[in-house]
């Protein structure tokens, strides 16, 4: 178990990081500059936090009050960068054996092939980083990293630097290693799609501050305010008065709309925001039941290959929904239906 809790000052920017991890994989999710690298950075010791504990499996990393800081090389910490920091001088056998150049020489060789072959890198052990593709740049940094057996991975953005259309077979050769990793697995990004994918668990960060942790289902359906609701892509958001219960849901009103939403968040107030995700809402050429089905106007649509993002208007209300195979023709003069199951709508604190 990885337990953090620490504060640090970097100027005039003030990260405030506090979270907890089993042997599972956790994205770190938020805005650029909120403070997702430097809480890797001082978790693997490349800085040193202001005061606060840091602590894998019981054995403390750091500890203010107790003047403990093991130095970065003693905690056996795996990072991989961005940009995945290769020696360029070096071939990719000399990358991986590296990481453990204290193993006397026919042991390292042994291990050094061993995790070529495990990461598929097997013709490439001459190579320079510079005549590796994205993947094989990926593997080895991978390879160098894991091959020193880290109590702790931490993957920084490991996607940011690759194409598109190399980046689905990146990830599913990632989900691969980390699981047969089975240890703790930090993985920061910014697209909560790759957050969906490739964790466990969410821990949303904004502002310096962890502000959400939890199981990724959990999170997506429950985020804990605005700013998470958020981060994690909402973008449908509209004021409501919460005016009752009813068949087990919260009955919510926004200007003569009566909307049925569940019951997760436990705080409410006379006023509040809901929020609706733009794949939640469904699309109807006619009405089907009356539960949360509303008639709309469709006023724009952007037409995408696997989906198309179709702008609703009801009332005073405007909405973006994801839907795929959309055909403007089915929906005579535009006039259409909408519903959204209760359990898909939250509702959180106004601003
Ligand atoms: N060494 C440093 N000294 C002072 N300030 C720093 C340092 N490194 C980063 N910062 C600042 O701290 C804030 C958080 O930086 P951090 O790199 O953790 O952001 P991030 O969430 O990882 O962003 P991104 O998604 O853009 O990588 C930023 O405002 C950044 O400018």
Known sequence: MLEVSFEKKFGSFALKSSFCCDKEVLGILGPSGCGKSLTLKCIAGLFPPDRGIIKLDGREFFNSEKKINIPSRNRNIGFVFQNYA??????????????????????????????????????????????????????????????????????????S??????????????????????????????????????????????????????????????????DSARITGCKNFFDVDIVGERKGYNLLQHNGLLIYANKNNKTLKEKMTAGIRQHDIKLLKEAEGDMNTFECEIVDVIEGISYSTVFLRCKDLLLQAEISNFKYSEYENGKAFFYISPEDIFVVSKE
Do not use: W
């Not at 291990?111 to 097997?122: A, C, H, N, R």
């Not at 052990?125 to 931490?154: D, F, H, M, N, V």
């Not at 969906?196 to 904004?206: A, G, Q, S, T, V």
């Open 86 to 159: 290769l020696f360029p001088h070096l071939t990719v056998y000399d990358n991986i054996a590296y990481g453990i150049k204290d193993l006397d020489k026919s042991k390292r060789h042994e291990k050094v092939m061993d995790f070529i072959k495990k990461m598929q890198l097997t013709g490439c052990e001459k190579k320079y980083p510079s005549q590796l593709s994205g993947g094989q740049q990926q593997r080895t940094a991978l390879a160098r990293t894991l091959i020193k057996e880290p109590s702790l991975l931490l993957l920084d953005e490991p996607f």
């Open 161 to 226: 630097a690759i194409d598109t259309h190399v980046k689905s077979m990146l990830k599913a050769e990632l989900l691969e290693i980390i699981k047969k990793y089975q240890g703790t697995v930090l993985f920061i990004t910014h697209d909560i799609e790759e957050a969906y994918e490739m964790c466990d668990k969410i821990l949303i960060m904004n502002g310096g501050q962890c502000i959400q942790r939890g199981d990724k289902r959990d999170v997506i359906k429950s985020p804990v305010n605005l």
